[in-house]
């Protein structure tokens, strides 16, 4: 089945920790997006990568870092600077710019 | 600013009736507009993408349409169903050298039995 996983489902964190969220696609797409979800407000852009070994910031990179070393794989790093990083997380997968395709997302909580 | 806007309050509709959901942009020339459904804890999922050449697009029960001069797009989901109950965001290519795709809040459908 080709598709876009991400895990794990739900995470937990302490305060001052920093957490890795996984992304993997099989659909040989180019570009890969990660997104923020809090309640009653729309996907905010972390980071999106266009191609292997490159990345550029969204609209909130702030305490977040990305890697793209792989095409399939594009992990979210949560550091210790990102002041509230309680929230949905998803990733995503395009072939180009237009239709993106979401994982089932990640759940961060901080204790 | 570039603002999308979606009615920020749920959209109840009884069940074989047509839903209606509204997209309106600005300070946005999106070349194409996007709908996505989105079911609680999950991620979004495709429906439509429409160009701004296309007036209408239509797949079995769900219509889009696209107006540049109003700004707006409209989702119709017509007899609908309870299943049809989710979240609908609509998404805009952006401006700049990457044509990031921005999304909307959403509004959330619920269909009534």
């Known amino acids: 089945d080709g598709g876009i996983t991400q895990s794990p489902k739900y995470l937990f964190r302490k305060e001052g920790q920093n957490v890795t969220l996984s992304c993997e696609q099989n659909l040989n797409h180019d570009a890969m997006y990660w997104y923020r979800q809090d309640p009653g407000q729309g996907l905010r852009l972390i980071y999106y990568s266009q191609i292997v070994n490159d990345f550029q910031k969204g609209d909130i990179a702030e305490g977040y870092s990305v890697s793209r070393e792989k095409k399939e794989s594009f992990p979210l790093t949560v550091t210790s600077a990102q002041k509230n990083p309680t929230a949905f997380y998803l990733c995503?997968?395009?072939?180009?710019?237009?239709?993106?395709?979401f994982g089932p997302g990640t759940r961060l909580t901080v204790l | 600013s570039q603002k999308i806007e979606q009615n920020s309050e749920a959209l109840n509709i009884q069940e074989g009736k047509t839903a209606t959901l509204t997209c309106n942009y600005t300070?946005?020339?999106?070349?194409?507009l996007q709908w996505y459904r989105q079911d609680p804890g999950r991620g979004p999922v495709f429906l439509l993408l429409?160009?701004?050449?296309?007036k209408e697009k239509r797949k079995e029960r769900l219509k889009v349409t696209f107006d540049t001069t109003l700004k707006q797009s409209l989702f119709h989901i017509t007899a609908s169903q309870p299943a049809d109950s989710a979240t609908y965001l609509c998404a805009l290519e952006g401006s700049g050298g990457y044509q990031k795709v921005t999304f909307g809040t959403g509004t959330k459908l619920q269909v009534i039995p």
């Open positions: 300070n946005y020339s999106p070349a194409y």
């Open positions: 995503a997968s395009s072939r180009g710019t237009d239709t993106q395709y």
């Open positions: 429409i160009r701004e050449n296309e």
